[in-house]
């Protein structure tokens, strides 16, 4: 079978590999229909994702069809439509017997550390396979893992109804997070270079937009919060700037969640942390929020349709990595597509 493999920094191939084979442990076949490019994809593609090994079939936003089960399977069948847990973890760890298997010491994500979904078929324990909503296309329903991304962030972040909320950086980490915030009640800033962007996130219930490139942002957000700051700030963007900022304008008490996995050094100091107490929380990947993603779109609170703006078929994965890079201000999710 077909296979997109970055072989080291900079270098995509098309590969062939062996068909998976179904056993004890691997005993769902899926075949691919649809797997997302995302920027920690592109990362590792550059080689500026700390956490790749190389070579790597990359992909962790997949989705497809059952093709065969395995012994053991009960809950699914062939024909099903399924999208494709990433994280795979050991359970016996300190952060496992906690309950974070994201963060399991011995963790291992499809498309990082083990072979992902850019490949025509995986074989993937039944756990890890979660059916797809009706309602979604393949296509579209490759956001469902993003959205988990932002469940995981706000989650972290403990978001309510009484917070105030600042999202730094409207891409599509930002999106996604904008999409899970506004369910909380919380009240909603935006802030990004990018005029367009930030009348995308008011559209889709951000209250209050800051265009970092004409606008203070410490100025506008003390006029925004009576003074006080925000009581959350998720770091969506990850560029030099952004840690220190939301450090320097998040109110006492507050939560400051990172997202980032830039090894850039970035210059903060202390007094800003512990002159407010502020908690700093990272938030990596997800710890079993698929179900919560679809049960919100099954519920009808959430809506992932019209987020896909361009197509590639995977082989010509190189073409969209380019695209990518191309840095296009039409690009908002790039889908790999196998039929």
Do not use: W
């Amino acid at each position: 079978m077909k296979a997109v493999q970055i072989v080291q920094p900079n270098m995509l191939k098309l590969i062939d590999m062996p068909m998976p084979v179904l056993d004890e442990k691997n005993n769902v076949m899926v075949k691919i229909q649809a797997a997302g490019i995302c920027g920690s994809d592109v990362g590792i593609y550059h080689g500026t994702n700390a956490a790749a090994t190389y070579p790597r079939v990359i992909g962790h936003e997949m989705v497809g069809e059952v093709t065969e089960i395995g012994a053991g399977v009960t809950r699914l069948k062939v024909g099903d439509r399924v999208i494709i847990d990433q994280v795979t973890n050991c359970g016996t760890c300190y952060a496992c017997r906690k309950n974070r298997g994201n963060v399991c010491a011995n963790l291992r994500v499809r498309g990082v550390h083990i072979d992902g979904g850019y490949r025509e078929y995986m074989a993937v324990p039944e756990h890890d396979c979660y059916l797809l909503p009706a309602s979604l296309s393949y296509e579209d329903a490759v956001m469902i893992e993003p959205t988990t991304i932002a469940i995981q962030s706000c989650s972290r972040a403990e978001l309510s109804d009484e917070d105030t909320l600042l999202i730094m950086g409207c891409g599509a980490l930002g999106s996604s997070l904008l999409k899970i915030a506004r369910l909380s009640g919380a009240k909603i800033i935006v802030a990004d270079v990018v005029d367009d962007k930030l009348q995308a996130a008011l559209e889709n219930g951000a209250q209050y937009a800051i265009n970092l490139l004409n606008e203070d942002i410490d100025a506008r957000i003390r006029e925004l919060t009576d003074g006080y700051g925000p009581t959350v700030s998720i770091d969506a963007a990850c560029t030099k700037d952004s840690l220190p900022t939301l450090l320097r304008v998040t109110g006492n008490a507050g939560r400051v969640i990172t997202m980032g996995f830039s090894l850039a050094p970035v210059e903060i100091n202390q007094f800003s942390i512990t002159s407010k107490e502020l908690d700093v929380r990272g938030s990596r990947l997800q710890n079993k929020k698929f179900q919560h993603a679809i049960d919100l779109i099954e519920a009808g609170k959430l809506d992932l349709t019209g987020s896909i703006s361009h197509r590639f078929h995977f082989t010509d994965a190189q073409k969209a990595f380019d695209f990518v890079d191309s840095r296009d201000p039409s690009i908002r999710k790039i889908v790999l597509t196998f039929e």
